[in-house]
T-cell receptor
Framework: GAGVSQTPSNKVTEKGKYVELRCDPI?????LYWYRQSLGQGPEFLIY????????DSGLPNDRFFAVRPEGSVSTLKIQRTERGDSAVYLC?????????????FGPGTRLLVL | AQSVTQLGSHVSVSEGALVLLRCNYS??????LFWYVQYPNQGLQLLLK??????LVKGINGFEAEFKKSETSFHLTKPSAHMSDAAEYFC?????????????FGDGTTLTVKP
């Protein structure tokens, strides 16, 4: 079956602009995660959805970052007033039910570059 | 708070040689442990995971890892390296004492395989 997909694959924007990054999880997966991977580092947790609700948003760095999952499937990560430090690869993952022992299936990521 | 340390950001081995990638973690409770592989321009793929039971875990592509609680380690090994093993490898922990599914990753180890 289809895996996790993310669009766009690359996004270049200017400092101060607004961007939206989209994630399509594996069909039927109720849990969805966003991570950010900066150059030379491992993925860093941002937010976790269980269904439509954000069960844990403790990783969002500040109030410029926001994510939604209105129908419990597709999720959008929104970044306002982008800064150069937001440049990174944004990864999305999904799992069947969200248990901490579950395998997370990752998408290929969106590479964001803020000029 | 959990943390993961991967000793050696770059490891180089000859084809056919033993692969050893090191991972140490800190966690207040026995965690769930994962190894992921990331090929260029691809998403993270699960190699293996430890949840409960046998401490020696076998994964895909001939890799295995052993959970050693006394050493807080989960090192990844493969008896004989293949050129196709060249990639970046990430160790991750998921703490059963915190919100479900939130994983903490190490900074990764880039494996180079020389012919």
């Amino acid at each position: 079956g289809a895996g996790v997909s993310q669009t766009p694959s690359n996004k270049v924007t200017e400092k101060g602009k607004y961007v939206e990054l989209r994630c399509d999880p594996i069909s039927g997966h109720t849990a969805l995660y966003w991570y950010r991977q900066s150059l030379g580092q491992g993925p860093e947790f941002l937010i976790y959805f269980q269904g439509t609700g954000a069960a844990d948003d403790s990783g969002l760095p500040n109030d410029r970052f926001f994510a939604v999952r209105p129908e419990g499937s597709v999720s959008t990560l929104k970044i306002q007033r982008t800064e150069r430090g937001d440049s990174a690869v944004y990864l999305c993952a999904s799992s069947p039910a969200g248990g901490y022992q579950e395998t997370q299936y990752f998408g290929p990521g969106t590479r964001l570059l803020v000029l | 708070a959990q943390s993961v340390t991967q000793l050696g950001s770059h490891v180089s081995v000859s084809e056919g040689a033993l692969v050893l990638l090191r991972c140490n973690y800190s966690s207040s409770v026995p965690p769930y442990l994962f190894w992921y592989v990331q090929y260029p321009n691809q998403g993270l793929q699960l190699l293996l995971k430890y949840t409960t039971g046998a401490t020696l875990v076998k994964g895909i592509n001939g890799f295995e890892a052993e959970f050693k609680k006394s050493e807080t380690s989960f090192h990844l090994t493969k008896p004989s390296a293949h050129m196709s093993d060249a990639a970046e490898y990430f160790c991750a922990v998921s703490d059963r004492d915190t919100n479900a599914g939130k994983s903490t990753f190490g900074d990764g180890t880039t494996l180079t395989v020389k012919p």
